[in-house]
């Protein structure tokens, strides 16, 4: 079955973190999409977008605020609230997505989608079934990916209304884009290591385990992340399930390491496991001299770096693999070459003046 082709509104949860930037920016020109998008910040970027501050930990704000928006058809839920711990983050932001549909409920819903991802299966944990599918056991500790689909799943049972509101929920891997002030965001770390790295004369070398670099990984590009995330919440025979999404392929970062030095003018030296955010800690005014030397858009190197995030994710030495069998029988048959696109997202950085 075809997608829907009616107007919609969409309401972006967390619109400038990376998944909800590529969300705004690819609606923003689809002439049957409205754009509404929550933030507590506000945009550095030129949008159609009505961008609202609202606490969602506030459930009197989100009433005020929301409540009056019965226009809203989708909505696209990729907010996190980072906390001290994994059993720390459970309430905290099934609190919030709870807050937010009390708020939209009973206006004219047609969707609610959830942003997750690999954690689903335990990847912080250690090693896990790979490829992972999405029916798999889920590991013993609970996370708050868990916690909200079970909530969800819950409220769309609870509907008074059978053709009321469906669900989804998305689970992508090495999600590749831009954001600012974002907890998790891969690409711009290794861009801003590869940029720093040049800048002092080094040659680009890989920072993580020497066991990760020739592990098998995958990455999604958030442009292709976005139009899956738009097709199945449109999409009829996607509707009320949980969903892998990757490129769909898969690679060694001892493959693609060349690629990205390629791109910064760099040659590659041998690996060597260095802590990433002890050695970038002292980096920020260097940053500051790089922005005035390049003339750079004026960000504070912590401002779009998550050092410990990048440690984090280059050390986790284990093969990681999901698999996109039950979005394929579902319709769904876009996939992008990750070697031939790795550089696409890094281009965009230099032409929006983010790297040199």
């Known amino acids: 079955m075809a997608p829907s082709t009616d107007r919609h509104t ?10 909800g930037r590529a969300l705004v920016e690819y609606l923003e020109d689809k002439p049957d999409w409205d754009i509404i998008a929550l933030s507590r910040r506000a945009p550095d970027f030129a949008t159609r977008a009505k961008f609202l501050s609202v606490d969602l930990t506030d459930a009197a704000d989100c009433r005020t605020k929301l409540s009056e928006h019965t226009e809203i058809t989708h909505v696209f839920y990729t907010a996190y609230s980072q906390q001290a711990s994994v059993t720390a983050e459970i309430p905290v932001n099934v609190g919030m997505l709870a807050n937010l549909m009390d708020a939209l409920e009973p206006a004219g ?27 798999d056991p889920r590991p013993l500790p609970v996370n708050f990916y868990h916690a909200q689909q079970d909530w969800l799943v819950e409220r769309h049972a609870a509907q008074s ?12 891997h090495g ?15 290794i861009a801003c290591y590869a940029a720093i790295s040049k800048q002092l004369g080094l040659p680009l070398r890989w920072p993580g385990s020497a066991g990760f670099y020739d592990r098998l990984y995958q990455l999604i590009d958030v442009e292709l992340l976005a139009e899956a995330m738009v097709w199945t919440a449109t999409t009829p025979t996607a509707a ?3 969903y892998n999404i990757t490129n769909g392929d898969l690679f060694r970062w001892r493959q ?6 390629e791109f910064f003018d760099m040659e590659v030296a041998e690996p060597q496991t ?3 955010a002890a050695s970038m800690a002292d980096k920020g005014a260097l940053w500051d001299q790089m ?13 779009i770096v998550n050092w410990a995030y990048l440690d984090m994710a280059l050390n986790n030495d284990i093969d990681q693999m999901s698999s996109l069998t039950k979005i394929f029988k579902a319709g769904w048959t876009n996939v992008w070459d990750s070697e031939a696109t790795i550089t696409r997202q890094l281009q965009r950085l230099r032409d929006n003046k983010i790297i040199p």
């Open 10 to 19: 969409a309401l972006i949860v967390g619109a400038l973190g990376v998944t």
């Open 109 to 135: 819903l047609r969707h609610v989608q959830l942003m997750h991802g690999a954690k689903w299966y335990g990847t912080y944990l250690g090693s896990y079934k790979t490829p992972a599918r999405e029916d």
């Open 161 to 172: 209304s059978p053709s009321g509101w469906s669900w989804s929920a998305m689970r992508p």
């Open 175 to 189: 999600v590749w884009g831009f954001s600012t002030g974002s907890a998790m965001n891969l690409m711009t770390g």
């Open 240 to 242: 009320n399930e949980a």
């Open 256 to 261: 693609m390491w060349p690629r990205i030095a």
């Open 274 to 276: 260095i802590p990433v």
């Open 291 to 303: 922005v005035a030397e390049h003339g750079l858009q004026p960000y504070a190197l912590d401002d």
